[in-house]
């Protein structure tokens, strides 16, 4: 049974800091494409950042330098550090993984990150 389990969301002021982590169990997580992706009151699920398998990452212009994409996989954990907290970074944060061949994706539930002013 696949497994994505977000954690480490709350509730947090403006310029703070979070650490999200992604743990993963029934996959083989080290060929997976890893992703956060996060979707805010009323709007649509948007990408956050990205890891390839290979280790290459990619940022949403929105985040970069501010949140910092990382896996580790003899944990099988993806990790989101996320510093200089905006209100507009309010929303339910996701883990995606994804497998190129055959193509197989998975979600988790999410964690809730709330940025007061």
């Known amino acids: 049974q696949v497994q994505l389990v977000e954690s480490g969301g709350g509730l947090v002021q403006a310029g703070g800091s979070l650490r999200l982590s992604c743990a993963t169990s029934?996959?083989?997580?080290?060929?997976?494409?890893m992703g956060w992706y996060r979707q805010a009151p009323g709007k649509q699920r948007e990408l956050v950042a990205t890891?390839?398998?290979?280790?290459?990452?990619n940022y949403a212009d929105s985040v970069k330098g501010r949140f910092t994409i990382s896996r580790d996989n003899a944990k099988n954990t993806m990790y989101l550090q996320i510093d200089s907290l905006k209100p507009e970074d309010t929303a339910v944060y996701y883990c995606r993984a994804q497998r190129a061949s055959p193509t197989l994706v998975y979600w988790g539930q999410g964690t809730r990150v709330t940025v007061s002013s």
């Open positions: 029934g996959i083989i997580f080290g060929v997976y494409n």
């Open positions: 890891i390839t398998s290979a280790g290459y990452i």
